[in-house]
C-alpha cells in the first residue's frame, strides 16, 4: 500500500506557487546570511509571506535547523481528530517532498496514546504547511511529525509535552519543536498590545500552565496557544533554561499606519541570539485579495482594515547540555 502524500491546500495564496519564485522570497527573507545556533524550541507565525514571511525569515535565518522536527499548529478547519498526527508519508510543497519522519511519530504515538492517525485534519489546514519551504531552504535532508491541536484541555497539552520531552530524550538526537502560532487578533491596538504583553510574559518564563490561565482567563486570541504550551512543557522538561526578547514590532512597520501601531521594543542580550520576535500585519486597504489576508489567523474572514491582527511571537530555547545524550 502507497504512503500517503498531503499535496499544497495554501500554495498560490499564502505563498508563491512557482517552485523558483517561492524559493526565491524564502531566500529572501533569510537575508542576510546570520549567525545560527541549536534552538530547541521556536515560535513562528503561520500567515501569509507577504505579512509574516520577513518576520519568519528573521528567526529561521538564526536557526541551525537539523533534520528532525516536530511541526505543531492549531487546528483552524475544525476537521478531524482533535489531537491529530500523521505518521507515515510525506507531504509535498511547490520545493519538493518531505518526509514524515515514521519512527519519531510512531514513539511520541506509543507515549502518548491520545494522539489520533488522522490525515483530514492536515488537509486543508495551512498553519504547518507555511513552515515548510523554510524548512526545506534551511535543511533539505529535513523531515518532521505533523501534529494538529483542536483541544484546550490543558492536561492534554501537557501531557502531550511531556511525552515529546521523552520520545526526545530517548531518541537522543536533536529535534526542533515548532509551535505555529499567532498572538491576539481583531481587536484595536491598545487592547491588543496590553493582551499581547501578557502572553509574552509568560512565554518568556517558560510557564506553560501560566501562559494558558492568561490567555483564558483574558480571552486572547492566541491561536496556537495549544501548540505553545505544549512546546513550552517540553521544553521545560528538556532542560531549557533561558529565552530572550529581541525585537517586537508593530503593524506601523508593514502598512505604514500608525493609527494602529505599537512602540517598537528592543532588548539587546549578551550572547546575541534571537529569542522573541513579534510583529504585527494588516491586510492592505487597497481592497484586493491577498495572499492569506483573509484566512491568515483564524480562518475566519476578515474583510476591515481596522481589525489589526498581531502576527508573531518567536521563542528559542538554550539547551542544558550536559542532560543531552550526545553533543551538539
Request: aromatic share 6%; hydrophobic share 40%.
Amino acid at each position: 500500500m502507497a504512503s500517503p502524500v498531503r499535496h499544497p491546500a495554501v500554495a498560490g495564496r499564502f505563498y508563491p506557487r512557482d517552485r523558483d519564485d517561492l524559493r526565491a522570497e524564502v531566500e529572501f527573507y533569510l537575508s542576510p546570511p546570520q549567525k545560527t545556533v541549536p534552538a530547541l524550541g521556536c515560535v513562528v507565525p503561520h500567515a501569509g509571506y507577504m505579512y509574516s514571511g520577513h518576520v519568519a525569515g528573521a528567526v529561521y535565518a538564526r536557526l541551525d535547523v537539523p533534520q528532525r522536527s516536530i511541526l505543531m499548529c492549531p487546528n483552524h478547519t475544525g476537521m478531524g481528530h482533535p489531537l491529530s498526527i500523521m505518521s507515515v508519508g510525506a507531504w509535498d510543497t511547490p520545493l519538493g517532498r518531505v518526509s514524515i519522519d515514521a519512527e519519531l511519530a510512531a514513539e511520541l504515538k506509543r507515549r502518548f496514546t491520545p494522539l489520533g492517525e488522522d490525515s483530514e485534519a492536515h488537509r486543508a489546514e495551512h498553519g504547518a504547511e507555511v513552515q515548510l519551504p523554510f524548512l526545506q531552504v534551511r535543511n533539505p535532508q529535513c523531515s518532521f511529525v505533523p501534529i494538529a491541536l483542536g483541544t484546550s484541555q490543558f492536561e492534554l497539552l501537557q501531557g502531550l509535552g511531556e511525552a515529546i520531552a521523552d520520545a526526545v530524550w530517548a531518541l537522543g538526537e536533536r529535534v526542533l519543536l515548532i509551535a505555529s502560532s499567532d498572538m491576539n487578533h481583531y481587536e484595536n491596538d491598545t487592547i491588543t498590545r496590553v493582551k499581547d504583553q501578557k502572553a509574552i510574559e509568560r512565554i518568556l518564563v517558560m510557564d506553560a500552565r501560566g501562559l494558558f490561565d492568561v490567555v483564558m482567563d483574558e480571552d486572547i486570541s492566541m491561536c496556537g496557544f495549544g501548540p505553545t504550551v505544549a512546546m513550552l512543557t517540553a521544553a521545560r522538561r528538556l532542560g531549557a533554561v533561558s529565552t530572550d526578547l529581541v525585537r517586537y514590532a508593530t503593524s506601523g512597520d508593514v502598512s505604514g499606519d500608525r493609527d494602529f501601531a505599537l512602540d517598537l521594543l528592543l532588548i539587546k542580550i549578551r550572547d546575541g541570539v534571537a529569542l522573541i520576535d513579534a510583529e504585527k500585519a494588516v491586510r492592505g486597504s487597497g481592497g484586493e485579495e491577498q495572499p492569506g489576508g483573509e484566512r491568515c489567523l483564524t480562518g475566519i474572514a476578515v474583510a476591515h482594515h481596522t481589525d489589526v491582527p498581531n502576527v508573531l511571537a518567536f521563542v528559542d530555547f538554550h539547551w542544558r547540555v550536559s542532560r543531552l545524550k550526545t553533543e551538539w
